[in-house]
């Protein structure tokens, strides 16, 4: 099977009229295309650096600007809600406020007569009056 592509010894082949394609590609407009690619791309490259150098040495020369309202928005809060600085410390705060409020005595609103008492207090006295409760109506439906 091996000796199926190979030419037979009685009959010699005749490779003078084999040549290749010359029609399908054209070395040489392959080679100016791909030298023109190269000479467009160093000339980009090269506008490209220039004019990195003219912005960085333009901003050098006008110097640092800073925004015109910079100087007035130092002392000013930003909007809410902000961020915490110490959000343990500030929950710690929140829950002794919380603690103090439902463990004292305090005026909820004095015009009304409305005061605030201890929860253990409350709940002596709940205790002690029981909860008020409706009446028991004698028509069930």
Same mark, same amino acid.
Do not use: C
């Given at each position: 099977?091996?000796?199926?592509?190979?030419?037979?010894?009685?009959?010699?082949?005749?490779?003078?009229?084999?040549?290749?394609?010359?029609?399908?590609?054209?070395?040489?407009?392959?080679?100016?295309?791909?030298?023109?690619?190269?000479?467009?791309?160093?000339?980009?490259?090269?506008?490209?650096?220039?004019?990195?150098?003219?912005?960085?040495?333009?901003?050098?020369?006008?110097?640092?600007?800073?925004?015109?309202?910079?100087?007035?928005? @130092?002392?000013?809060?930003?909007?809410?809600? !902000?961020?915490?600085?110490?959000? &343990? /410390?500030?929950?710690? *705060?929140? +829950?002794?406020?919380?603690?103090?409020?439902?463990?004292?005595?305090?005026?909820?609103?004095?015009?009304?007569?409305?005061?605030?008492?201890?929860? @253990?207090?409350?709940?002596?006295?709940?205790? !002690?009056?029981?909860?008020?409760? &409706? /009446?028991?109506?004698? *028509?069930? +439906?």
């Amino acid at each position: 099977m091996a000796d199926a592509h190979l030419p037979h010894p009685a009959h010699p082949r005749d490779d003078s009229g084999v040549h290749h394609e010359t029609t399908d590609v054209n070395i040489g407009g392959v080679l100016l295309f791909a030298a023109g690619l190269f000479v467009v791309a160093v000339i980009v490259h090269l506008l490209v650096w220039v004019l990195f150098g003219y912005l960085s040495g333009r901003e050098t020369r006008l110097g640092a600007r800073e925004h015109p309202l910079a100087p007035t928005r @130092e002392t000013q809060l930003p909007p809410e809600p !902000r961020l915490q600085i110490n959000p &343990r /410390e500030d929950l710690r *705060d929140l +829950r002794a406020h919380e603690d103090e409020v439902l463990t004292s005595y305090g005026w909820v609103d004095k015009n009304t007569g409305v005061v605030r008492i201890p929860i @253990e207090e409350a709940m002596k006295i709940v205790v !002690r009056k029981g909860l008020p409760a &409706r /009446e028991p109506t004698s *028509d069930r +439906r």
